[in-house]
């Protein structure tokens, strides 16, 4: 087929044929798959036609959805309808014909998938003056379609009509005159190779051309002698009858001939590369491990990926499964070296790299065990090394390594971090040493409780970098976890640990600098529009380079808290209560969550990304689910420091636009700062608020940034204010507060936080959250195109060590989006400068971009 859609391709030039081709493949997760089948011939079709091409273009700007829609709707609206009409507008003479090649249907994942596909064609080839041509090995769903009969086709059996011996001895001959000019140019030119080694390779293949390609890869390896390769081949397939009698229920070769000596190949070529690979096993136990090893990376791995449908990171680097396997660097490529006429082994380890088999039918050797028993059972013996692998990492992780695996900092082997990929949530729970949960519930305060209830529920069901924006699936999960007791989602710990943690604990306290007070925040100036998101971004802004930030599982916590009173509507609009209706929650406790870090540390990025994860409300009816929270701004002015109280009506940003201002409104006006601040003050402000917006019946959600930039008298009078709210008893029947208070560490935030106590308080310290290595590599490989993934491999790790990791970060990705062509060149210096030189060099060579 390949020769096939080259030759037509030449011929078409400068004629009005147009060859448009899809070759599926099993190895690649986006080639196993129809969903860019009808989007690739029709992209291909307008490249060559330009009626049809201003067609397909005035469909898709009218209907941008038609690229997300069914095949069926894609295939009528960007090929069919579009063919007949540009055959009728232009009328050509001669006519247009067009030619679909599609190879590999065999390679597409599923029955049901590979039917569906043999529908979509046989609908495009009944357009006028269009032809399929549709290749695939006579799987099921295949064949059936045979039997019951399409109209307008013509089917060819290549094995009953078709005598490949001829073309495959041709094959060969060329391959070897190509090998012997390559490898060996000094050999008199008629000793090697003989015309009758090709002629035994072309019958011992009967017609497969798979056996002959196998082989002459095998042989093309500059590491060894060709010619004793070849004399290795010839003997593997002449040993094609004894492998077939040795297998039970073998019954003669007959028809099965052809796989009896491709499976002698395969067999004899895993022999030999154990005896490279693993020089100290005994040859059994060797080809079972290298057998088991392979499927592992091209089996077990590759199906468990696409098992867990993950949204957006469906790959694990290789480097990573390296170290998984508990190999050194370089070693995997090692152990697969002398597999290269069966594999694509990639040079570098890094980047969206990935092992796959040239062909099928090697995949199909290791998994049939009635074609590669004799080895040994190898699907089965990777899956429990695999098991085993996980399992053995989960029972050796201590308190702080579980810690830092719960909210994503760096934990070793990285693998952990794709725990939601490998395994479900049980097996890992379970994995863990029940000792390990016992210390590690001692060991919590109230937050970091809450984000343990999120990884169990959350995070290994979708993965910390899954944020589901469009619905609240995340903040319902999230809420689902809330209600959870730890003790009832661990097993063996019931009763066991602080039943209620406690909000802050001393060594909280004791990681507060206590000389932050009265400064500011030198980085950003103290300016009040630098203490807010500049919009409210909504889903679309999910992928914008800098703002999605991979080490912040809590702002999935933070979201669920921002949501007014944890009620979450999402497919229906709440039936507004008339106003003056009694408080129905009156005794909810209120949430205080103080969020401190110092400046570059990421706590602005933690608040853009817990609204992204808001469900959207609507101004102009009943909320569904929340409504953006009513931000405090510390405003300096010509008397000193005030508050300011605005609110931001409206919802998110629409789907497809990009800034949207805040458009913030004072509410109250500005409040001047005394030591007489009211103890009403935000009871004040719950009471405005809800006469702006009648018809919300939840209480607003209060966002407070910039606390450093207070004195420290009025930060401790503010804080006094908050603080009588945490643990109010139920005979005050006020309304509850929400709050979310940003802050640099402080000495009075620090003294303050002493007196805490009771539920709903919170305490989240953003320093010396740092990204593990994986997941900035795979946010600066989506964000960044054509660099080098070594460099990006090199960087991650580099930026695992910042002091300031969300200003870096998000400085080298904005330098991306503003100056492409010059990044690479800047970042060289950088990866080949000494840690201590390499942030001055960022904050030099990657100037701050404004949007």
Not at 806 to 812: D, V
């Amino acid at each position: 087929m390949q020769t096939f859609s080259e030759q037509a391709l030449e011929k078409s030039k400068a004629t009005n044929v147009i060859v448009a081709t899809f070759f599926f493949k099993s190895t690649l997760p986006d080639q196993n798959q129809p969903s860019a089948l009808v989007t690739t011939l029709a992209y291909q079709v307008a490249e060559r036609w330009p009626s049809f091409r201003r067609t397909i273009a005035t469909v898709i700007r009218d209907n941008i959805r038609i690229l997300s829609t069914s095949l069926e709707y894609q295939m009528r609206d960007l090929i069919v309808d579009p063919i007949t009409d540009s055959l009728v507008a232009a009328a050509p003479c001669p006519p247009i014909t067009v030619i679909c090649v599609v190879d590999g249907l065999d390679e597409c994942d599923g029955d049901d998938t590979q039917s569906r596909v043999i529908r979509l064609l046989h609908t495009l080839s009944m357009i006028p003056n269009t032809r399929v041509v549709l290749a695939s090995r006579p799987e099921f769903p295949i064949q059936s379609a045979m039997e019951v009969g399409l109209s307008e086709t013509l089917h060819i059996d290549l094995n009953k009509v078709y005598d490949a011996s001829k073309d495959i001895r041709q094959f060969t001959w060329i391959r070897l005159l190509e090998i012997r000019d390559r490898l060996l140019p000094k050999i008199d030119r008629g000793s090697w190779p003989r015309e009758e080694d090709a002629e035994q390779i072309a019958d011992y293949s009967s017609g497969q051309f798979i056996l002959a390609d196998t082989a002459m890869r095998y042989v093309d390896d500059r590491h060894y002698d060709p010619r004793k390769r070849l004399e290795e081949v010839l003997d593997l397939c002449g040993g094609a009858s004894d492998l077939c009698a040795a297998r039970p229920g073998a019954t003669g070769c007959g028809s099965a001939r052809p796989l009896a000596a491709l499976d002698a190949l395969f067999t004899g070529i895993l022999k030999r590369a154990t005896q490279n690979a693993y020089p100290d096993l005994e040859s059994e136990r060797g080809v079972l491990k290298l057998g088991s090893l392979v499927w592992i990376l091209i089996g077990v791995i590759p199906s468990r990926i696409e098992a867990a449908n993950s949204l957006f990171y469906d790959s694990i680097p290789l480097w990573v499964i390296e170290e998984a396997l508990g190999r050194q660097s370089g070693d995997l490529r090692r152990e697969l070296s002398d597999l290269h006429s069966l594999l694509d082994v990639p040079q570098a380890m890094y980047g969206r790299n990935k092992i796959s088999a040239h062909h099928k039918s090697f995949l199909d050797f290791l998994g049939d065990p009635r074609r590669s028993g004799h080895l040994g059972s190898i699907p089965q013996v990777a899956e429990e090394r695999f098991n085993l692998m996980i399992k053995v990492h989960l029972s050796s992780l201590t308190v702080n390594d579980l810690k830092s695996l719960v909210l994503t900092q760096p934990t070793k082997p990285h693998i952990l971090h794709r725990l939601h990929l490998l395994s479900n949530p049980e097996t890992v729970i379970e994995g863990i040493d029940p000792q390990v949960w016992k210390s590690l519930l001692c060991s919590l305060n109230a937050w970091e409780a809450l984000l343990v209830k999120q990884w169990v529920l959350v995070g290994l069901s979708q993965g910390p970098l899954v944020w589901r924006c469009r619905d609240s699936t995340t903040l319902q999960m999230m809420d689902e976890a809330s209600k959870r007791s730890l003790h009832d989602l661990l097993p063996g710990l019931e009763n066991q640990g602080p039943q209620d943690p406690p909000p802050i604990l001393d060594t909280d306290i004791e990681l507060l600098l206590a000389t932050q007070d009265g400064r500011g925040d030198k980085a950003f100036g103290c300016e009040h529009s630098e203490f807010i998101p500049k919009e409210r971004t909504g889903p679309s802004r999910l992928v914008v380079a800098g703002l999605s930030l991979p080490w912040f599982p809590a702002a999935r916590a933070l979201a669920w808290l921002w949501v007014p009173n944890h009620r979450l509507i999402t497919d229906h609009s709440r039936v507004a209560e008339p106003t003056g209706t009694p408080n129905s929650h009156p005794t909810e406790p209120s949430h205080i969550v103080f969020l401190t870090g110092s400046a570059g540390s990421g706590k602005r990025e933690l608040l853009e990304q817990a609204y992204r994860l808001l469900p959207v409300g609507r101004e102009d009816g009943p909320p569904e689910g929340w409504m953006p929270p009513v931000d405090i701004i510390i405003v300096p002015d010509t008397h000193g420091l005030s508050l300011r109280l605005l609110w931001t009506p409206g919802t998110f940003a629409t789907p497809f636009s990009l800034d949207v201002p805040c458009d913030n409104e004072d509410l109250m006006g500005k409040i001047n700062l005394s030591p007489q601040l009211p103890a009403s003050l935000f009871q004040d402000w719950i009471t405005c608020w809800k006469a702006e917006h009648k018809k919300n019946t939840y209480h607003p959600q209060f966002l407070l940034q910039g606390l450093h930039l207070l004195a420290p008298e009025h930060q401790a009078v503010l804080l006094d204010v908050i603080l009588s709210h945490a643990g109010q008893p139920d005979a005050i029947r006020r309304p509850p507060l929400f709050i979310t208070v940003t802050s640099l560490p402080t000495a009075t935030v620090a003294s303050r936080l002493r007196q805490l106590s009771g539920p709903g308080v919170y305490y989240v310290k953003v320093d010396g959250m740092k990204a593990d290595a994986l997941l900035l590599e795979q946010i600066l490989l989506y964000q960044t195109d054509d660099i080098p993934p070594l460099k990006i491999h090199k960087l991650a790790h580099i930026l695992t060590t910042s002091s300031k990791p969300a200003c870096h970060l998000k400085r080298l990705i904005d330098h991306w989006m503003h100056a492409r062509c010059e990044w690479e060149n800047c970042l060289d210096p950088i990866l080949a400068a000494p840690e201590s030189e390499v942030w001055r060099l960022i904050e030099e060579h990657f100037g701050k971009y404004e949007w």
